[in-house]
């Protein structure tokens, strides 16, 4: 989306309504001094976020890239992400006299920042998930912010001291997180509902967990619909084109069948019978079932980044 359209689509939001329509001319010549003039002074400053990692005691893993680096701290038994993004979130109070006019472009940049900063961090989420299976939060107990390059001693050195590891876990962590793009609205929402199921999966929430999944893969089966323009199906003829565009085998397209079965019948409405023995009856149904949900998951990583819309 090129800038034009960007600044189109921000104003008719408001063109629709008889209180802020009068305001549209106030609007672009805000956004035009935001874009053409704001933004490049602000090309030399930078943010750099530290967060501890919910849920990541014990795992001693390690990520040094220039924007999203990651690394264990013993001391704090938890892993530690730290990332770089652009300083948008504030400072833009003199944007424009209008007050509400400068609190809607406030708001979008401070937004588009958290988007950023959360789009890099969920790339380490969604890879721990695939690689160990755990389900993560970027919510812990732990945040410093810093603005560069008034402090950009607190970035270098928590770059210089990023162990490298070499092991197959390691590396199949690294190729993970090189391979999510969390920029991509549909890549957030699939890792969101897929470690939503391990997490309600590993505190015995089964039927709920079977929910979380089967959005996975709705998310999944969103995404290859609109990436492809395809018209609105019925899920049942979905997983022939699901299954083509993103090579799943033929085995995977009957654990994803088996998945909505379980669904409809147990999770998403009141069940019929067997409420209580769902978890007896079906617990190595559901284990076969999350193996395909994750080889689902990395075949769409690798689909959108073949067809990618939105930069990492």
């Keep these: 989306m090129g800038y034009v359209e960007f600044k189109s689509k921000f104003i008719n939001q408001f063109a629709q309504y008889e209180n802020t329509k009068r305001k549209i001319s106030l609007f672009k010549i ?68 209008d007050d509400f006019v400068t609190d809607q472009i406030d708001g979008f940049f401070y937004f588009a920042n958290q988007y950023i900063y959360r789009g890099y961090e969920i790339n380490i989420l969604g890879a721990i998930a695939l690689t160990y299976g755990r389900h993560c939060d970027f919510r812990g107990n732990e945040f410093k912010e810093c603005t560069l390059p008034f402090l950009n001693s607190e970035y270098l050195l928590f770059r210089k001291d990023i162990p490298t590891i070499h092991n197959r876990k390691s590396r199949l962590f690294s190729y993970y997180i090189d391979l999510i793009n969390s920029f991509d609205p549909f890549v957030n929402r699939v890792l969101y509902y897929y470690i939503r199921s391990l997490s309600l999966l590993a505190d015995g929430y089964d039927e709920e967990a079977i929910t979380a999944a089967d959005n996975t893969v709705d998310v999944i089966f969103q995404a290859i619909k609109q990436r492809k323009q395809i018209p609105t199906k019925a899920r049942i003829d979905m997983y022939n084109i699901v299954q083509t565009e993103i090579s799943l085998p033929s085995g995977t397209i009957e654990q994803l069948e088996n ?54």
């Excluded at 038994?77 to 948008?88: D, E, K, M, Q, Y």
């Excluded at 909505?260 to 079932?289: M, N, T, V």
């Excluded at 689902?296 to 939105?310: C, G, P, S």
């Design 30 to 97: 805000a956004l035009d001094r935001a874009v053409e003039q704001e933004l490049p002074l602000r090309d030399s400053y930078q943010i750099f976020q530290i967060r501890d990692i919910y849920n990541s005691e014990g795992l001693n893993v390690s990520y040094n890239s220039p924007y999203l680096m990651c690394k264990y701290s013993k001391e704090k038994r938890s892993l530690l992400v730290g990332t770089l993004t652009p300083a948008w979130s504030r400072g833009w109070k003199k944007i424009s006299k």
């Design 259 to 312: 998945l909505y079965q379980l669904r409809c019948g147990f999770s998403a409405h009141p069940a019929h019978s067997k409420w209580w023995d769902f978890s007896k009856i079906y617990e190595s149904g559901i284990e076969a079932i999350m193996y395909s949900i994750k080889s689902t998951v990395i075949k769409f990583l690798m689909f959108e980044r073949d067809n990618r819309k939105i930069e990492k």
